[in-house]
């Protein structure tokens, strides 16, 4: 009865108040600091303080022209092959619990990847020549 007692107490409304104060003091805290940096805050806006800062190097050409898509091809089979090293991770922490059942899990796994790799490979998806 005295357990049912104090976990009916710790779930009252009034046990959030601290959580809600420091929630309000951080929001308020924001809300003062944005406003005095924009009423006292230097604002000189120049000409070269307009424009586009491209790491310094001179602007040259349209930025909507298309790009090639190998490019998009080799981020995409990157990610997708990157995703196959990171399921490796379980099977080599937990191998001696998975035994022979969880290996030839693995072994089927590469073998999977292995024939998408072999044809991405055979359709040229990696050679660059245009």
Not at 55 to 66: H, K, L
Not at 69 to 90: H, Q, T
Not at 110 to 129: P, R, S
Request: glycine share 6%; net charge neutral; with cysteine.
């Amino acid at each position: 009865m005295n357990t049912l007692m104090l976990a009916v107490e710790q779930s009252t409304p009034i046990n959030y108040l601290p959580v809600v104060l420091q929630l309000l003091v951080a929001i308020g805290f924001v809300i003062f600091m944005v406003g005095v940096t924009h009423l006292l805050g230097p604002k000189r806006k120049t000409a070269d303080k307009l424009i586009n800062f491209e790491s310094g190097i001179p602007q040259v050409g349209n930025a909507r022209q298309p790009m090639a898509i190998k490019y998009f091809l080799v981020a995409i089979l990157f990610v997708l092959f990157d995703v196959e090293v990171i399921f490796f991770y379980p099977y080599a922490i937990n191998f001696k619990e998975l035994g022979t059942e969880g290996f030839m899990a693995v072994l089927m796994f590469v073998a999977f990847f292995l024939c998408g790799f072999i044809y991405i490979i055979k359709k040229g998806a990696l050679e660059w020549e245009e």
